[in-house]
């Protein structure tokens, strides 16, 4: 069965903290991995995608890596901000192209 | 540039009434999906489609069904409401299948049915 697990469910941390999300998934053969947020009641948003090939994206001050061999994709939040607060879903592509999601980490970051 | 538009953006169904999810894409993509969200959950597929007048289910399609006349519209339809469809519904897009490009999510339908 492909799952896809997110550690911690949720995380409070205060401002300006460096933070890491953990994304475990059990299918070896996963193609591309996407990391989204999604704000209360809000739609999907794409934070990062990372190929097959590569091992991590960033863009600012998120990094996104990937290490299939372990199954296990993390996302690290540098100092972070009350506007960062929001879900986190992390999701890869199987190889019938399918996006299998997990259930998510809700940030909160106080001010 | 619209994206992904989803209407509408909030419902409240009867036991037993049916209702047809809107879901277009003006970014010439041939893949599209329909996805549930349950509370605290994460998003699972119910139907997509590979191209105009080709559909397939899902994890879970069970009370839904789709048509695909066209590239742009993918709705989703339910026949006979029940409690166990109440949802957040989400329509996406892609260019190719597999993730090449990632997903164009839209915003999403709220759906109760009661």
């Known amino acids: 069965k492909q799952e896809v697990t997110q550690i911690p469910a949720a995380l409070s941390v205060p401002e300006g903290e460096n933070l890491v999300l953990n994304c475990s998934f059990t299918d070896s053969a996963i193609y591309n991995l996407q990391w989204f947020r999604q704000d209360p009641g809000k739609g999907l948003t794409s934070l990062l995608l990372i190929q097959s090939s590569q091992r991590e994206q960033t863009s600012g001050r998120l990094n996104a890596s990937l290490d299939k061999s372990s199954g296990r994709s993390t996302l690290y939040i540098a100092a972070s901000q009350p506007g960062d607060s929001a879900t986190y879903l992390c999701?890869?592509?199987?190889?019938?192209?399918?996006?299998?999601f997990g259930q998510g980490t809700e940030l909160s970051v106080k001010p | 540039n619209a994206g992904v538009t989803q209407t509408p953006k909030f419902r409240i169904l009867k036991i037993g009434q049916s209702m047809t999810l809107q879901c277009a894409q003006d970014m010439n993509h041939n893949y599209m999906y329909w996805y549930r969200q349950d509370p605290g959950m994460g998003l699972k597929l119910i139907y997509y489609?590979?191209?105009?007048?080709?559909?397939d289910k899902g994890e879970v399609p069970n009370g839904y069904n789709v048509s695909r006349s066209t590239t742009e519209d993918f709705p989703l339809r339910l026949e006979l409401a029940a409690p166990s469809q109440t949802s957040v519904y989400f329509c996406a897009s892609s260019y190719q299948g597999g993730g090449g490009e990632g997903y164009t999510f839209g915003s999403g339908t709220r759906l109760t049915v009661v």
């Open positions: 999701a890869y592509y199987n190889q019938g192209g399918k996006l299998i």
């Open positions: 489609s590979v191209g105009a007048g080709i559909t």
